[in-house]
């Protein structure tokens, strides 16, 4: 079966901008068919790695590989079925719309015409704007059309729904969640927590560089954490409790609780540990 | 060839904004000596006296006395300036202008090597010299012919060929230069081909940089010495040619591994 190899596969990668970290040996694997969402903080290395991949960026130590195919020697041959959406959209200013999306299918080789407008319909772009005319939403959406007229088998989007208001950024998915069903893999970069709980499968979670975890992502919010919210002695206590919920009770003992609830905590809770973690 | 085209379109309006502003200059140079031309004759004996401005200027070899001599002298070395600063902005924008206009993670992802993407880039820049310098070239002729003056097509091919060379030679330094930084550095490519072409007119009066004749490509496209020799200096013109290739050369190997970040 040619579907066999993963979609992404990276080994050790490490990538300095001189001396400045950019990842340090970081390893990961994105199956065929999969959402994966790609998180950590501001300049944690998702960019750098999904340069990487896409050789826009060289990196000395570590493989990697998309679809079976070595990402340094067979480059072309990657770039023909990703379809890569980059956290900036921009394009030639003087251009129309509609001509940077023929533009992108010609370079291709492909006559995209009717996935193309099927996109732009859906996405609403007005193909005779010219970009410089263009907001950032509206051209990021010609970066979706860009990324996806050609029915790639994998997408690679870094911050995909930045600058796209809520109707868009559900319109987005649904689009992707179509393509998924039709077995394109997805990697995308996020900052937003409740996107990647919704849409993705699994996740990884990057920080300063280095790989922090990677899991489903219903094991990675799965958690033990509870958030209590209390009065005790007359004083108001609201904290996120991690582990033996017994020695919590315990310490009450002797004190006066007036009230008090436990719920689960909120999703970026679960996820500000991860980020926090190590940086005590 | 797409990007080719594409490159071209990218270019036009800078193209024809350049090509008509010269042309149409020196044409007018051209067409005004009509009106100089009394008075001019009358100086052409102490213009050809005024020692090394004389030599720079390519004015002892020449006399302004003809148009021929008017056009070798005057008209040459404004269209050498004028297109070599054209091709310097080319040349240093070919590449960066993708990087300084954040539209490389959009090309560069596009499945495109990158040795074609340099390689049709720099068709276009060829392309827009030698345009340039043919529709220029055009204008000069018509004005000759205005002017009622008898046309020596093998000089002009000669310095006009002589130009386009330069003009390349000189794009393609910059574009050298632009595949090493990630700025759009069209000011380092003016000051590059200006020093160039002072470089020439230097190295003819001060014997101790005499040599510069062979770093600076004004030396070979120098219409005076063209016009007056009826033919080009072929060791200068293979070593302009060498220079060209190995800096073309170097540039494209620089690029194929180069980071681009936005
Ligand atoms: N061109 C560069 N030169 C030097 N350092 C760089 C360069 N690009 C990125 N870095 C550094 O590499 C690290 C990772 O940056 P990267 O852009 O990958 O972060 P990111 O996870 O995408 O962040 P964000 O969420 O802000 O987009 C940062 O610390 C940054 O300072
Ligand atoms: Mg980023």
């Given at each position: 079966?040619?579907?066999?190899?993963?979609?992404?596969?990276?080994?050790?990668?490490?990538?300095?901008?001189?001396?400045?970290?950019?990842?340090?040996?970081?390893?990961?694997?994105?199956?065929?068919?999969?959402?994966?969402?790609?998180?950590?903080?501001?300049?944690?290395?998702?960019?750098?790695?999904?340069?990487?991949?896409?050789?826009?960026?060289?990196?000395?130590?570590?493989?990697?590989?998309?679809?079976?195919?070595?990402?340094?020697?067979?480059?072309?041959?990657?770039?023909?079925?990703?379809?890569?959406?980059?956290?900036?959209?921009?394009?030639?200013?003087?251009?129309?719309?509609?001509?940077?999306?023929?533009?992108?299918?010609?370079?291709?080789?492909?006559?995209?015409?009717?996935?193309?407008?099927?996109?732009?319909?859906?996405?609403?772009?007005?193909?005779?704007?010219?970009?410089?005319?263009?907001?950032?939403?509206?051209?990021?959406?010609?970066?979706?059309?860009?990324?996806?007229?050609?029915?790639?088998?994998?997408?690679?989007?870094?911050?995909?729904?930045?600058?796209?208001?809520?109707?868009?950024?559900?319109?987005?998915?649904?689009?992707?969640?179509?393509?998924?069903?039709?077995?394109?893999?997805?990697?995308?970069?996020?900052?937003?927590?409740?996107?990647?709980?919704?849409?993705?499968?699994?996740?990884?979670?990057?920080?300063?560089?280095?790989?922090?975890?990677?899991?489903?992502?219903?094991?990675?919010?799965?958690?033990?954490?509870?958030?209590?919210?209390?009065?005790?002695?007359?004083?108001?206590?609201?904290?996120?409790?991690?582990?033996?919920?017994?020695?919590?009770?315990?310490?009450?003992?002797?004190?006066?609780?007036?009230?008090?609830?436990?719920?689960?905590?909120?999703?970026?809770?679960?996820?500000?540990?991860?980020?926090?973690?190590?940086?005590? | 060839?797409?990007?080719?085209?594409?490159?071209?379109?990218?270019?036009?309006?800078?193209?024809?904004?350049?090509?008509?502003?010269?042309?149409?200059?020196?044409?007018?140079?051209?067409?005004?000596?009509?009106?100089?031309?009394?008075?001019?004759?009358?100086?052409?004996?102490?213009?050809?006296?005024?020692?090394?401005?004389?030599?720079a200027?390519?004015?002892?070899?020449?006399?302004?006395?003809?148009?021929?001599?008017?056009?070798?002298?005057?008209?040459?070395?404004?269209?050498n300036l004028?297109?070599a600063?054209?091709?310097?902005?080319?040349?240093?924008?070919?590449?960066?202008?993708?990087?300084?206009?954040?539209?490389?993670?959009?090309?560069?992802?596009?499945?495109?090597?990158?040795?074609?993407?340099?390689?049709?880039?720099?068709?276009?820049?060829?392309?827009?010299?030698?345009?340039?310098?043919?529709?220029?070239?055009?204008?000069?002729?018509?004005?000759?012919?205005?002017?009622?003056?008898?046309?020596?097509?093998?000089?002009?091919?000669?310095?006009?060929?002589a130009?386009?060379l330069m003009q390349?030679e000189i794009?393609?330094v910059?574009?050298?230069?632009?595949?090493?930084?990630?700025?759009?550095?069209?000011?380092?490519?003016?000051?590059i081909s200006i020093m160039l072409f002072a470089a020439d007119m230097m190295c003819r009066?001060?014997?101790?940089i005499e040599n510069l004749k062979y770093v600076t490509p004004f030396y070979y496209s120098n219409?005076?010495d063209?016009?007056?020799?009826?033919?080009?200096n072929?060791?200068m013109l293979?070593i302009g040619?060498?220079i060209?290739?190995?800096?073309?050369?170097?540039?494209?190997?620089?690029?194929?591994?180069?980071?681009?970040?936005?």
């Amino acid at each position: 079966m040619e579907n066999k190899e993963p979609a992404i596969e990276i080994k050790n990668l490490t990538k300095k901008y001189g001396k400045h970290r950019g990842v340090i040996n970081l390893s990961l694997k994105v199956e065929r068919g999969d959402i994966f969402g790609f998180l950590g903080p501001n300049g944690a290395g998702k960019s750098t790695t999904i340069r990487s991949l896409l050789g826009l960026i060289a990196f000395w130590e570590g493989r990697a590989s998309i679809l079976g195919m070595d990402v340094k020697s067979r480059q072309k041959d990657i770039l023909k079925e990703v379809g890569y959406m980059p956290s900036e959209a921009m394009f030639y200013p003087s251009m129309k719309a509609g001509d940077i999306i023929r533009f992108a299918a010609d370079i291709r080789g492909l006559d995209c015409k009717k996935e193309a407008s099927m996109l732009c319909e859906r996405l609403g772009v007005d193909l005779h704007k010219r970009i410089d005319e263009l907001s950032l939403g509206n051209r990021k959406k010609i970066s979706i059309v860009c990324a996806m007229q050609h029915k790639p088998k994998l997408f690679i989007f870094d911050e995909p729904t930045s600058g796209l208001d809520p109707l868009m950024q559900a319109e987005f998915f649904k689009l992707i969640l179509e393509y998924n069903k039709q077995g394109a893999a997805c990697f995308l970069s996020s900052h937003v927590l409740s996107e990647i709980k919704t849409y993705c499968r699994h996740a990884a979670i990057i920080r300063e560089g280095q790989l922090i975890c990677t899991d489903t992502v219903e094991n990675l919010t799965k958690t033990n954490a509870k958030r209590i919210h209390m009065i005790k002695d007359g004083k108001e206590e609201n904290f996120v409790y991690k582990g033996d919920l017994d020695k919590l009770f315990a310490g009450f003992f002797g004190h006066h609780i007036e009230d008090i609830t436990i719920e689960e905590p909120q999703l970026d809770e679960i996820f500000m540990h991860y980020y926090e973690e190590g940086q005590k | 060839m797409t990007l080719y085209k594409h490159e071209m379109k990218q270019n036009s309006k800078g193209f024809l904004i350049w090509t008509l502003c010269v042309g149409l200059t020196c044409l007018g140079c051209i067409l005004l000596y009509s009106s100089l031309e009394n008075s001019v004759k009358d100086m052409a004996d102490s213009f050809s006296n005024m020692g090394s401005v004389s030599t720079a200027l390519g004015m002892d070899k020449m006399s302004l006395a003809t148009l021929r001599g008017y056009y070798a002298t005057e008209i040459a070395m404004m269209h050498n300036l004028l297109g070599a600063m054209f091709a310097a902005i080319l040349g240093t924008g070919l590449l960066s202008k993708e990087e300084a206009g954040h539209t490389s993670e959009f090309l560069y992802t596009l499945p495109i090597r990158r040795e074609w993407v340099v390689f049709q880039k720099y068709l276009a820049f060829l392309s827009n010299i030698l345009l340039f310098n043919l529709i220029c070239a055009g204008m000069y002729l018509l004005g000759f012919l205005y002017m009622g003056e008898e046309i020596n097509g093998k000089e002009m091919a000669l310095f006009h060929f002589a130009t386009s060379l330069m003009q390349i030679e000189i794009g393609t330094v910059c574009f050298l230069v632009s595949a090493f930084v990630k700025r759009n550095l069209t000011g380092a490519g003016l000051g590059i081909s200006i020093m160039l072409f002072a470089a020439d007119m230097m190295c003819r009066i001060l014997p101790a940089i005499e040599n510069l004749k062979y770093v600076t490509p004004f030396y070979y496209s120098n219409a005076a010495d063209i016009f007056t020799e009826g033919r080009l200096n072929g060791a200068m013109l293979a070593i302009g040619a060498g220079i060209t290739i190995v800096s073309f050369l170097i540039a494209l190997f620089r690029y194929r591994s180069k980071d681009l970040t936005p």
